[in-house]
């Protein structure tokens, strides 16, 4: 019965499909809707933070000077978990400000690891085999090329550690959230990049942003 089973089941046809899902970087539906007395709806979150550590705060009003072309800050204010994520941010915002007509978007991802708030993770294997998730700290999207779409411009994705970490078998340069990032590089490296960066100081150099800057400035195919 069996073989007779398998006689007139094992014919069929594979077909492979592709299909695209937009991922929402930041989702309005893990924050709270408050509305103020003018009627203006806000979404707000609590964020809880050692004191010594409110020199990470970032507050859009802070950079409103350098920021003219309104880049960044899809919510405000940015917790920063080092001072290099900090500087990073600082610098690339000033960057993509001198050239606001190839860049689409800033985006600082690390600091939204609730699902309810990203879609944005990946997931990755720990060392003892449990499935994890990462959020890798930013994300630089280019404008797209002519006749293509808002939002399918080439993306480089940045994470910025410290040296000591270059190493870290999970966090480090060949660690297993670098890898099961390379892995979605490998699969359309003309759209997208990821950039590790690595600092033994409180402040990324210009030599250590000059990769992620000519990622940025590369002109789209």
Same mark, same amino acid.
């Given at each position: 019965?069996?073989? =007779?089973i398998e006689e007139q089941t094992r014919f069929y046809e594979v077909r492979e499909e592709t299909v695209e899902r937009a991922l929402a970087l930041v989702k309005p539906d893990g924050f709270d809707l408050t509305t103020d007395p003018d009627g203006a709806e806000?979404?707000? @979150?609590?964020i809880v933070?050692? $004191? #010594?550590?409110? @020199?990470?705060?970032l507050r859009w009003e802070a950079m409103a000077d350098k920021n003219l072309a309104d880049f960044g800050f899809h919510y405000s204010p940015y917790d920063f978990d080092s001072n290099p994520e900090k500087s990073f941010f600082e610098q690339m915002l000033?960057?993509?400000?001198? $050239?606001? #007509?190839?860049?689409e978007d800033i985006f600082f991802t690390g600091a939204l690891t609730n699902p309810a708030k990203t879609d944005f993770f990946v997931e990755?294997? #720990? =060392?003892?085999g449990k499935w994890r998730r990462y959020t890798p700290d930013f994300i630089i999207r280019r404008k797209p090329g002519r006749g293509r779409k808002r939002g399918t411009g080439r993306v480089c994705i940045v994470e910025v550690k410290r040296e000591r970490d270059r190493e870290h078998p999970v966090d480090g340069e060949g660690g297993c959230k @670098?890898? @099961?990032?390379? $892995?979605w590089e490998d699969l359309n490296p003309d759209r997208l990049r990821y950039e590790m960066i690595f600092t033994d100081t409180d402040t990324v150099s210009a030599d250590a942003m000059q990769e992620a800057r000519r990622l940025v400035e590369e002109p789209e195919a």
């Open positions: 019965m069996a073989r =007779q806000c979404y707000t @979150a609590e933070y050692p $004191k #010594d550590r409110e @020199a990470l705060l000033e960057h993509v400000n001198l $050239k606001p #007509d190839e860049v990755y294997k #720990d =060392q003892k @670098a890898l @099961a990032v390379r $892995k």
